[in-house]
Every structure is written in C-alpha cells, then in structure tokens.
C-alpha cells in the first residue's frame, strides 16, 4: 500500500533508517539518562523533548520516573504517542518556547533535530532553551557528526535535514548563546572492519575523516 501523505513517510523514513524503537531506546538510555536524572533529582522539573518522533526518549524517561513534556511537529507521530499515553504536544518547537515562560524545564533534550533548523531558527532555539531551562538546568543537542564522511552519507537520506553541523560549530554556537561546562561527547562508532589498518600511524586522521563517530551530542547547563 502506497504511502498517503508527506508526514506518513517521513514516519516510515524514520522506521527504516532510525533503527528499532528498542535499539535507539538502549541507547539513549545508556548515552543520556544518567545526567539527566542527576539534574531532574536537583532541579525537580519536568524534562522538555524537542521532536519527540516515535517516543523512545519520551519511553526512557517514564520508565525512570522523570516526568517529562514532548514537543513534536510531525502530526502523525504526535497523535500516535498522544494515544500512548504521553504528554506531547503536536507542532512547532521555537513557537512552543516562545509562548512559555522562564526556568521551567530541569532539562531540555533534542536528538537529531539541529540539523532541520536553518542556522538562525537553531541561534534562536538555543536561546529559548536558555530562557526555559532553570539555572543549573541541562540542555543536550545530539546531531549528525558530518566531520566522518560515514555519517555524513547517513545525514543525506533524510530530505529534511538543511544544516550540517560540525562538532566545534555546534559547540561554539551553544557557548556563545550563554551556557557553561559545553562539551561534546561522540556515539555509535564504525566499525573497525571498515576502518584503515591501525598500525600506520598516517591513517589516524584519515580514519577520523571518512570513519569517525556517527553521532555527537553538546551537553551544557545554564549558569
């Protein structure tokens, strides 16, 4: 059955190059809950996930008994973890922190959003998130890392990806909108099948062009 509508497939798109629900829940569950829990156990806030998609961080999370609000463009998706039983609200992220008011948030999360942003909706975003985390609050940015030519290749089959983000750009837009202790942590590694032999030290940089980490993710806290 062909699929209907733009939303739909981008739905589908996500099933077919996200990996399983379960898969990706592992490992955000393994790459992000400790922090985040560390900082919802301090600030005793709700959590804000910025394009929620099919819910697996949102998942996580009430799995741990962190409560948490999602956010989420895609009707489609929106609808299906509304009838799951989480908080979400369907439709534009900047438009949402806009409308709310200071400090609300222990922590705000966005996993492979950035990159749908143009470069002024992201500056903007990054400052709404500063406005709308408390202080000490955590804000985590996980992207596509187009500094490895293996992701960057990933990056391209999603026809709404805009923004290639490099590690350091990303980094340094997130310190000047304010925040403190930024730091870059690199996920999903290739494997070492594909990677040049290790024992020539020549291949080290080469390796970390075309074979580097698939993901990273800023990690920061409002002052």
């Known amino acids: ?18 990996g399983p629900v379960e898969w990706i829940k592992q490992e955000q569950r393994q790459r992000y809950l400790q922090p985040v829990r560390s900082t919802y156990e301090a600030l005793k806030l709700p959590v804000l996930d910025i394009g929620s998609g099919r819910g697996e961080w949102l998942g996580v999370l009430k799995e ?8 989420e463009l895609n009707p489609v998706q929106a609808e299906r973890l509304q009838s799951q039983g989480f908080t979400v609200h ?14 609300r948030f222990s922590a705000i999360t966005a996993f492979q959003v950035a990159e749908h942003w143009s ?3 992201l500056w903007e975003a990054i400052h709404l998130a500063y406005r709308g985390l ?20 990933h990056f391209l089959y999603d026809p709404t990806h805009t923004l290639p983000l490099p590690p350091d750009l990303l980094q340094f837009m997130v310190s000047e909108g304010g ?25 080290d940089i080469l390796n970390q062009w075309l074979y580097g980490p698939q993901d990273y993710a800023v990690l920061a806290v409002r002052p």
Do not use: C, H
């Not at 739905?11 to 077919?16: E, G, I, M, V």
């Not at 741990?64 to 956010?71: C, K, N, Q, R």
């Not at 369907?90 to 400090?103: K, P, W």
């Open 1 to 18: 059955m062909a699929t209907q509508s733009w939303d739909e497939f981008l739905d589908r798109l996500a099933d077919k190059f996200r």
């Open 64 to 71: 741990s008994e962190i409560p948490a609000v999602g956010i």
């Open 90 to 103: 369907a439709g534009d992220a900047i438009a949402y922190l806009q409308s709310g008011g200071e400090g």
């Open 119 to 121: 470069g002024p909706l």
């Open 134 to 153: 408390a202080p000490g609050g955590l804000l985590i940015l996980e992207t596509v890392n187009v500094a490895s030519l293996w992701a960057w290749n």
């Open 179 to 203: 925040f403190q202790s930024v730091e870059v942590r690199y996920f999903a590694p290739v494997s070492d099948a594909m990677r040049l032999p290790s024992q020539f030290g020549q291949w």
